[in-house]
């Protein structure tokens, strides 16, 4: 019999957690209830999910009133951009970075088809955004800045308390997409105006995430309808997938303590092994990383022919990430750290999750170096060891 697959995509999805299943099971079955409804089942409904809005605000110490719930990191990255651009239309430049993720990039790109300017900021080799660079590019038109927390292919953490305070200074609002980093480092959200957050990336329900709106910062809605987050997003509530979001975060928040550490060990022993391999280059940043995400590029190989050799053998890993897989252009952020193409064209994203094991990484680093080899032996491209 096979063994059982091991699961080393994380920062594509995650696996639910049996306490976010069993918080979200009475809102589909009992609990039916429209969250607009004046009888007790609406009524029910509503209180559902301003207690989970409130259990949200707290883990970034902020206000109830100021989290929108949405249909995930994507939309909120949208809602915080292009809301921001509709309610300000006379603020027409944005600042961004090379690596963001396309939820954002093409946000920017929309607009930029309609007349606004957009300055992309290079990163340094490890994808570090240079707080000095955002400081530079600002200008009296610009509308905002934004740059994510953790980047969700190399896993590089960006120097958002330094960048917020610098928009602070200018009084331009910042938007961070914490997709990956929320409740694996500490987000300073004090220094943020604006940020997205997505539920399935935390053992939550897909489909549901939030954006955190700070008082005082205008959006205009982008869905037109019965306005009921705030008349910021319309349509009915995703009750079992907000109550769902709000345990995810919760567990997440509690077991950070003894989760992150371990996840960062297995970061650890995960670059050790696989950097043995001759050919090898970790891209991304030794330390200011996110707990969960490794990134490598291996010479004369082809990523996709990686990730499915390792299916074969049983190990679910990524190439860049999961949303551009499908296509075959080198991954946008590898290009932006200078990864060479013939690098940028093999490269493996592993990604752990609350319930990886040391087993199975210690699996996968069995099992990798004789997929390298077997790779190489049949590419055309000669590798110096
Ligand atoms: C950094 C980042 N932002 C945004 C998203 C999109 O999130 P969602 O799937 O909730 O729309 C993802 C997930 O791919 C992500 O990793």
């Known amino acids: 019999m096979d063994p059982d697959p091991i699961y080393l995509d994380n920062s594509a999805t995650t696996p639910l957690a049996g306490e976010v299943i069993a918080s979200m099971e009475p809102y589909f079955s009992d609990e039916y209830g429209n969250a607009s409804s004046l009888h007790r089942f609406g009524r029910r409904a509503h209180a559902a999910i301003e207690e989970a809005r409130a259990s949200l605000a707290e883990t970034i110490g902020v206000e109830p009133s100021e989290i929108v719930f949405t249909s995930g990191a994507t939309e909120a990255d949208n809602l915080a951009i292009k809301g921001l651009a509709f309610a300000h239309p006379e603020k027409r430049h944005i600042v961004t970075s090379r690596i963001e993720h396309h939820a954002v ?8 088809e309609r007349g606004y300017e957009v300055t992309y900021l290079d990163v340094d080799r490890a994808g570090r955004v240079e707080p000095e660079a ?3 590019a600002i200008r009296d038109d610009t509308l905002l800045v934004s740059i994510m927390a953790g980047n969700n292919e190399i896993g590089t953490i960006e120097p958002i308390g330094e960048i917020g305070e610098i928009c602070k200074e200018r009084g331009v609002p910042f938007h961070t997409d914490a997709g990956q980093a929320y409740g694996k480092v500490d987000i300073p959200a004090g220094s943020v105006d604006l940020l997205s957050v997505s539920a399935h990336k935390l053992n939550g329900p897909k489909g549901v995430g939030f954006l955190y709106v700070r008082k005082g910062i205008r959006l205009s809605p982008l869905l037109s309808g019965g306005g009921h987050e705030r008349g910021l997003r319309s349509g009915t509530e995703n009750v079992p997938g907000i109550v769902g979001l709000a345990a995810a975060a919760r567990l997440a928040f509690s077991e950070r303590e003894t989760v ?10 995960l670059i050790e092994g696989v950097m043995r391999i001759p050919g090898v280059r970790l891209n991304g940043d030794r330390k ?9 590029s291996f010479a004369g190989i ?15 890993a990524s190439t860049g990430s999961a949303c551009s897989s499908p296509n075959l ?14 690098m940028a064209h093999g490269s493996l994203r592993i990604s752990t999750g609350r319930q990886t094991t040391e087993e199975e990484v210690d699996r996968f680093l069995e099992v990798i170096p004789s997929v390298v080899e077997e790779l190489r032996a049949i590419s055309p491209f000669k590798v110096e060891g």
């Open 288 to 296: 200011e990383s996110l707990p969960h995400i490794v990134n490598f």
């Open 329 to 342: 252009e080198p991954s946008h952020v590898l290009v932006a750290i200078r990864v060479p193409l013939s």
């Open 260 to 269: 992150v550490p371990r996840l960062r060990g297995f970061r650890e022993r």
């Open 302 to 316: 082809e990523g996709e022919s990686l990730v499915m050799r390792l299916d074969e053998r049983g190990i679910a």
């Open 105 to 112: 990039l093409h946000a920017c790109r929309w607009l930029e």
């Open 134 to 136: 955002v400081k530079e």
